[in-house]
Structures are given as C-alpha cells and as structure tokens.
C-alpha cells in the first residue's frame, strides 16, 4: 500500500505523455504541462496514450526518482478533467495505481446521518 504525507500533493498530467521520456523529460512537462516545480517533493504522474502505462516522477529528498507500471492487460482509468492536469489525494493514486476507475468510485462505509 502507498502511504503519502497529508502535505505531499499528487498532480496527474492528463495528456498522453510518450512513457520513452526520462527525468529530464518528465521534469519539463511538470514545468510547462502541470506548472509545478518538479524538486517540490510532490508526485507527478503520467500515463501513454493507450493507457497501459503509468510512470511517476517524484523528489526522493537527493534526486529524482520514477516509478513505472505496465499492465500486462486493461489500462489506467485517469480522473475526468477539463485542464492539461488535474490534482488528486493519496489515496485516489493508490486506487488509480490499482485499477480503480476514479470517474465513479463508491465509498462503501457506514457514514452517521447528518442533523438537518
């Protein structure tokens, strides 16, 4: 399970991004896609235009570090967004990393009725 500090913020690049880019690559589309600074110890994360791809960029405190998954079938269902990139929590890229589609995800928990 991926576990982020409440402080990390996790920032999806929805344009298809081509998964041959390296640090160097990914770096400058945290800059010119997302407008964040890529060393800010946040998570970027990128997917291919088939979206059978994931890769993830991040600040590891004395250099950059990518993560990368290939799925062997299906595809990451990015969130739904009207902008080039879009942030989401800690724990929708924990479900996005494991194939939960985060267009319309159900919380199953009991949850105290509100007082009108």
Known sequence: MLTLS?????????????????????SA???????????????????????????????GGDGLCIWAKRLERGTFELPKADASSVEITGTQLSMLIDGVALSAPR??????PQAA
């Open 29 to 59: 589309l945290a800059v010119e896609v997302v407008k964040q600074n890529p060393l800010s110890g946040h998570y970027f994360v990128f997917r291919n235009r088939i979206g059978d791809k994931l890769k993830m960029l991040y600040w």
């Open 6 to 26: 409440p402080m990390v913020k996790v920032f999806v690049c929805i344009e298809p991004t081509d998964m041959r880019k390296g640090f160097d690559g990914l």
């Open 107 to 112: 919380r199953r928990r009991f949850k105290l």
